[in-house]
């Protein structure tokens, strides 16, 4: 079993940075591919970066290429994204996901998700 913990959202102005963090625990962490997903209201949830066990393979979705970027620390358990220039259009309910096949967590398809933390851009 894996648990997710997610943290590092809150309430940032337009063009503002934040950084979130998703501690794990269980299994092997560094051995599983990693995953950003994020939930607007109204909306459903889609996908953000993902990132393999050696950080190797990166992907972003269009939407964030350029201001996001994902990375993890094997030694510490963690994913990471840091959220640079940010608009309104990213608040939405950011969630990691884990699994060991990269289909899986990229097609939202994760055998383990965390439980979610709020980001709201205000304009």
């Known amino acids: 079993q894996v648990q997710l913990v997610e943290s590092g959202g809150g309430l940032v102005q337009a063009g503002g940075s934040l950084r979130l963090s998703c501690a794990t625990s269980?299994?092997?962490?560094?051995?599983?591919?990693m995953a950003w997903f994020r939930q607007a209201p109204g909306k459903e949830r889609g996908f953000v970066a993902t990132?393999?066990?050696?950080?190797?393979?990166?992907y972003y979705a269009d939407s964030v290429k350029g201001r996001f970027t994902i990375s993890r620390d094997n030694a510490k358990n963690t994913v990471y994204l840091q959220m640079n220039s940010l608009k309104p259009e990213d608040t939405a309910v950011y969630y990691c996901?884990?699994?060991?096949?990269?289909?899986?967590?990229?097609?939202?398809?994760?055998?383990?998700w965390g439980q979610g933390t709020q980001v709201t851009v205000s304009s």
């Open positions: 996901a884990a699994d060991d096949e990269l289909h899986a967590v990229a097609t939202g398809r994760s055998h383990y």
């Open positions: 269980g299994r092997t962490f560094s051995t599983y591919y």
């Open positions: 990132i393999s066990w050696n950080g190797d393979y990166i």
